[in-house]
């Protein structure tokens, strides 16, 4: 009986051991501080992206990070002790229909580019012109982030063994706001003999190709830009600028205009002058910046007008503090004083309603205005 239960008590002690797990003694943790992004769109954006890029260059000027996220209105990064050079973006690299991105590697170098406009069937008027596409509207937002061993003690945590699975902890925040990388060129035509026209194309030269992306530098090289879009407007000169939402009541030039006009209006995203910071004028030759506006008429014959404009331009602040940059084309005389034409379609001789589009057109007159 004695020696059953010693054998019996045997088997329990080597059953117990087989057993027993011995969990380790070591610990992990992360030698990181834990950063969360907040990302303010609407300060100065238009509307939200649905996407964005979140790079880091670390202790240098080469990125060592890159994100791309669906969630633009945050994120959280985990971060070894350094400094770091941040660069958000609207939309990722390869999104983007009308330009394209240069040394995308250096955060100081990384440069966005206006695309070639391909598709463009030039016209008698513009022949040889090669123009560079409107660039997209884009959001950055810059800044540098600082990560002491301080932050990383405050934020150090353990992880589970097992699983590995990182606690909650307390997230260093920093918020983030995003600027438009564009401006908006605004040009408000004052014309005479409107119902005469049929249709309206232009152009526009001495713009910036590009800007840099960390700086909000744009590029010394120049591209023309086609204004193929044109939209018809009554009223006094403070009354058409303020129907475009982008912009304020106030007339951003001197002299008050109290007579109703015809006007047509366009309005297209540009990086702004060459060589200057996003959104501001630089001292430079008017004739740089060149308005062509063919005009076709209902009988089929063109008319084309060349301004030098480089004076007209004028910065002005938009309800988002966008940047604008407006161009108001109208002189004392009235510039663009189209002649009589009847439309040989119509017995009446009346005028046909306005049209975007541009069709075959004859010969006609060039009409070089200077300042």
Known sequence: MRRSFLFGLLLFLVG????????????????????????????????????????????SDAFTFQRVTNNVDSMYLRLEAGTYRLLILSYAFDEFSSLHFEDQGSFSGVLARADILTSRMNQAWDRGIVYRKTPDILGVATDTLTVTREDIEKNRHFIDWRSRQTPDTISIVRRETVYPLTSRLNLYVRVQGYKFMRSLEGSISGMADGCRLSSFLTTDEEGPLLLDSWTHRVGTRQEVM??????????????????????????????????????????????NNILTLCFTLIDGTSHVYRFNVGNWLRIQQSALNHQLINMVVDLPQGVVDLPYAEDPGSSSGSASSFDVLVDDWEEGETVDVGL
């Open 16 to 59: 117990s051991q087989a057993c027993y797990h011995r969990e380790p003694l070591e610990f992990y943790y992360e030698d990181m501080a834990q950063i969360r992004l907040e990302v303010d769109w609407l300060n100065h954006m238009e509307e939200k992206p649905s996407g964005m890029t979140v790079m880091l260059a670390k202790d």
């Open 242 to 287: 303020a129907q475009d939402n982008r912009t304020k009541a106030d007339d951003p030039l001197p002299q008050a205009d109290t007579l109703s006009h015809d006007w047509l209006c366009t309005s297209i995203p540009v990086f702004g002058l060459p060589g200057t910071q996003a959104g501001q004028m630089s001292d430079r030759d008017p004739e």
